[in-house]
């Protein structure tokens, strides 16, 4: 290896990645086509003898692993290139986010593009020039930060640990205004197992407001298994089939904006088998319709085993 190597990394699939001063990424080892070929991974090909260099098309800055399928490079633009076995194989997925990505980091087994799937428990987390730090990828115990058990398909802001605004590591620095954000935030409250569960959140305003207009909204919960067939939970605590009008969940809170929250028990000691696969979503409005209109909805629970 040439003696201007500032970072070497590698998979746990035999896989070694080095970072020349140059900017240039060398590979080697197993399962070699990491984003070199026109064609997807051939697990069963030759390995990579000799260092080649990976074509990122521009130099990069860092260079990160932390799974067995998962490799990814932060680069001069401030954006990460991302390749793996399911990380949309030799195309790669590239994650341009409101403010340069100074550092990264992968936890899980593997990393997958489509996080909503459920097939995998691999997380990125990255830590952003104005000092927030944000989240993709699997979810479900958590490991997002973002007050939700469930997985993320675009990335998310970690919270701070009061749950009521942004991680940030760098509070003199001023954060930079992300249209990327989601709708609202939810502190998330988990306890027991598929058979005995206990899941409760505070839910947070919208920074866009909504709802009657007066301070105070509608909130609302939903919980579906194949996205087909969707029950709705009323002020009673009861589930029940979607019907019109749609009952909220609790009527009239005060959720002027995003300093204000309410406490939501979404299963109270739900007692039972047939939960694994069960979504859970939260939403707020003047209603129902206007919820949806003015998207604010999102995930907060998904009840799927791992794999």
Not at 13 to 31: M, N, P, R
């Amino acid at each position: 290896m040439p003696p201007s190597i500032v970072q070497v990394a590698a998979t746990g699939y035999a896989t070694s990645f080095a970072l020349d001063a140059s900017g240039t990424v060398l590979y080697w080892g197993g399962t070699p086509q990491f984003g070199v070929t026109a064609t997807p991974f051939d697990w069963n090909a030759s390995p990579v003898r000799v260092p080649a260099a990976l074509p990122l098309g521009q130099k990069a800055v860092s260079i990160h692993t932390g799974s067995d399928y998962a490799f990814c490079a932060v680069l001069q633009d401030g954006s990460a290139q991302c390749y793996g076995r399911d990380l949309n194989e030799h195309r790669g997925t590239r994650f341009r986010l409101h403010a340069p990505i100074k550092e990264m980091s992968i936890s899980g087994d593997e990393v997958i593009s489509s996080p909503l799937s459920g097939r995998s428990t691999g997380t990125i987390h990255f830590r952003l020039a104005d000092g927030t730090v944000w989240a993709w990828g699997q979810g479900r115990q958590g490991q997002l930060g973002a007050g939700v058990y469930a997985n993320a398909a675009e990335p998310v802001p970690v919270l701070n640990e009061a749950g009521t605004g942004d991680l940030d590591l760098d509070p003199a620095t001023p954060n930079l205004a992300t249209a990327s954000r989601p709708p609202f935030r939810v502190k998330a409250h988990l306890a027991g197992n598929l058979r005995t569960l206990s899941f409760s959140a505070d839910v947070f305003g919208a920074a866009t407001g909504g709802g009657t207009g007066d301070g105070s909204t509608n909130v609302y919960a939903f919980a579906t298994a194949d996205l087909s067939t969707w029950v709705q939970l009323d002020e009673q605590g009861q589930w029940s089939l979607l019907r019109s009008p749609v009952p909220a969940a609790a009527s009239k809170v005060p959720l002027a904006g995003e300093g204000q929250s309410v406490p939501l028990p979404i299963l109270s000691q739900f007692v039972g088998t047939g939960l694994a696969g069960a979504r859970i979503f939260v939403g707020q409005g003047r209603d129902a319709q206007e919820m949806l209109q003015a998207q604010r909805f999102r995930e907060v629970l998904e009840l799927a085993p791992e794999e």
